[in-house]
């Protein structure tokens, strides 16, 4: 019998997705298969890929999407690169190697807002459904492939020089060990996280535009660029699901350098308005003790009148 070496022809009469991981090609194929279209697949595939190669697709990437749009008969392209700052300081580099690093190396995230727009103008499915695979691979957790490997270990001794970055991308990356080998398992719950977060609330972003003096007051700004800093959303959950551990996480929230129109601007945020849960969690651990002590003490109770004649 003859034998080829070579690896057989894929064909399919109801879609096909190609991606650079197996994993994130066969997220797609799922959508396909519950019935999405190629939009609701190649948002599937990108939320994967975040996953698998988050060394070169991610949320915080821009991108540009080509697409034939089957009911309007036309080619259309969805441009999701974020603009360039007016201020970006293109006088002061003089070679492209200065544009390898730091904060001049990346621009505003656009990629999220895109998939999210192509499943909005022509998708069939809802986020859920189209980040679930994603999750799943990303608190499950994978298996690393050969070019997984030669990423991370190709960054990883330049990252050991960044003492601020380093240890904590060494633990997302790479359990602590600040490398890897085969078989690594990698398992990312936080971004698992963000994904669930993201397919539930979409991809808008709380923003603080400043603050009046009268509450009655309708803001007059309609929209825009806003430059500002990230914090978090004020805690809004009951004291009694902080101390149970229930309380949804704060959300990521901008707090704008000029305010809009009429009001003035909040303060910006500092390392002193990060909360302090200590003494909520002492609470709880107290409460969770005191609990176990009462059913212990009951059980004695219980066992002794049972032993008495």
Wanted: glycine letters at 12%; hydrophobic letters at 45%; a positive charge.
């Amino acid at each position: 019998m003859l034998q080829h070496g070579k690896r057989p022809t894929i064909a399919s009469r109801h879609g096909m997705v190609a991606a650079a991981h197996p994993l994130a090609a066969a997220a797609g194929a799922r959508i396909l298969s519950n019935g999405g279209n190629a939009f609701d697949a190649a948002v599937a595939t990108a939320a994967a890929l975040n996953v698998v190669e988050p060394y070169m697709s991610g949320l915080a990437g821009r991108g540009v999407a080509t697409c034939y749009i089957a009911k309007e008969k036309r080619v259309r392209s969805l441009d999701f690169v974020g603009q360039i700052s007016k201020n970006f300081p293109i006088d002061k580099l003089s070679n492209r190697s200065q544009l390898q690093r730091g904060a001049v190396a990346v621009g505003a995230p656009g990629n999220l807002a895109g998939w999210c727009e192509l499943n909005k103008a022509h998708g069939k499915k809802k986020l859920p459904e189209l980040f679930a695979p994603a999750i799943a691979i990303a608190r499950d957790g994978f298996q690393l492939i050969e070019f997984n490997l030669e990423e991370i270990q190709g960054v990883a001794g330049e990252l050991a020089g960044y003492k601020a970055l380093h240890p904590e991308w060494s633990r997302v990356y790479t359990a602590g060990a600040g490398t890897v080998k085969p078989g690594f398992v990698l398992k990312q719950p936080d971004l698992a996280r963000t994904l669930e977060a993201l397919a539930a609330e979409g991809p808008g972003l709380l923003a603080d535009m400043g603050v009046g003096r009268d509450p009655q007051a309708v803001p007059e700004w309609t929209g825009g660029m806003v430059h500002g800093r990230i914090a978090t959303e004020p805690q809004h959950g009951s004291l009694i699901g902080q101390l149970a551990g229930n309380a949804p996480p704060p959300r990521p929230m901008l707090i704008a350098t000029e305010a809009a129109p009429g009001l003035s601007p909040s303060a910006p945020p500092s390392i002193e308005d990060v909360p302090n849960n200590h003494l909520a969690y002492a609470v709880q651990w107290f409460l969770f003790a005191g609990i176990a002590g009462i059913i212990y003490w009951l059980a004695l109770k219980r066992r002794r009148r049972t032993q008495t004649p």
